[in-house]
């Protein structure tokens, strides 16, 4: 028996994004990975919903967005410019627990490099890796309800 990509890709979510992706499917709408974002749970998402529109954000600042899967605005992209080799240490703070709010970093070719998933235990984690100089892209997501989120990245040339 041969299996589907939709079901193949069904049987790899997350309990709360499989939910999200199950009534999607069926209602006919194509099934997501939590990499891939349904447009539905976007619809309403500024520029920033697709690696395309990412908004840069400066090393070494704090910065606070929001997404929402009650407002349709599951998905921000964020992307920063690492000037040389060095240790970028990221530090993100989802404030609502029951988003389930998650965070992924991609280099410019779309390898992930690190990732960061709100376990309901903490809301401030950090994640560092060294990084050659080039972009570097964030991806932040909801898997429930909603929630303001805070992210600095800090670099420390080698």
Request: aromatic share 10%; net charge negative.
């Amino acid at each position: 028996m041969q299996t589907s990509n939709a079901s193949r890709r069904l049987s790899s979510l997350s309990a709360p994004a499989f939910g999200f992706a199950l009534a999607g499917w069926l209602m006919g709408s194509v099934a997501c990975t939590p990499y891939e974002v349904d447009a539905d749970l976007d619809s309403r998402s500024g520029i920033d919903k697709t690696r395309e529109g990412a908004q840069e954000i400066s090393l070494n600042a704090t910065i606070v967005d929001n997404v929402d899967l009650r407002r349709f605005d599951k998905t921000d992209w964020k992307y920063f410019t690492v000037p040389s080799a060095g240790v970028i240490d990221i530090v993100v703070s989802f404030d609502n627990p029951r988003a389930l709010g998650e965070m992924v970093v991609t280099d410019e070719v779309g390898q992930i490099v690190s990732t960061f998933q709100d376990e309901k235990k903490r809301l401030l984690d950090r994640v560092s890796f060294k990084a050659e100089s080039g972009l570097y892209y964030l991806q932040f997501w909801a898997n429930a309800e909603g929630s303001d989120y805070s992210v600095q990245v800090n670099f420390s040339a080698l």
